[in-house]
Nanobody
Framework: QVQLVESGGGSVQAGASLRLSCEASGRTPTTFAMGWFRQAPGQEREFVGAISRGGGSTYYADSVKGRFTISRDNAKNTVYLQMNSLKPEDSAVYYC???????????????WGQGTQVTVSS
């Protein structure tokens, strides 16, 4: 089992930045690729970005490319989502997830955090 705990969400103005963290514990977290997803009210959970187990590969949804950056510190068992130039449409609950392979589909991931709320006002 892997336990994931997100933090760093909050309410900001458009154009601001936030950094989300996802701390993993339990079964060797470094064996997992990590993904970030988000879900707005009434919407399906959507892919934001993902990072490979070693951190050498990342990829992002088109909607966040160039604004969001994923990184990981395996020594701290923590994955980060740096979000810059935030827009109101980025408002959602953000979830981190762990899976054996990097991917954009929720089915790729076996473990999920409880989520952290991000609200961006115009």
């Amino acid at each position: 089992q892997v336990q994931l705990v997100e933090s760093g969400g909050g309410s900001v103005q458009a154009g601001a930045s936030l950094r989300l963290s996802c701390e993993a514990s339990g079964r060797t977290p470094t064996t997992f690729a990590m993904g970030w997803f988000r879900q707005a009210p009434g919407q399906e959970r959507e892919f934001v970005g993902a990072i490979s187990r070693g951190g050498g590969s990342t990829y992002y949804a088109d909607s966040v490319k160039g604004r969001f950056t994923i990184s990981r510190d395996n020594a701290k068992n923590t994955v980060y989502l740096q979000m810059n130039s935030l827009k109101p449409e980025d408002s959602a609950v953000y979830y981190c997830a762990a899976g054996l392979e990097i991917g954009a589909r929720t089915i790729r991931y076996d473990y999920w955090g409880q989520g952290t709320q991000v609200t961006v006002s115009s």
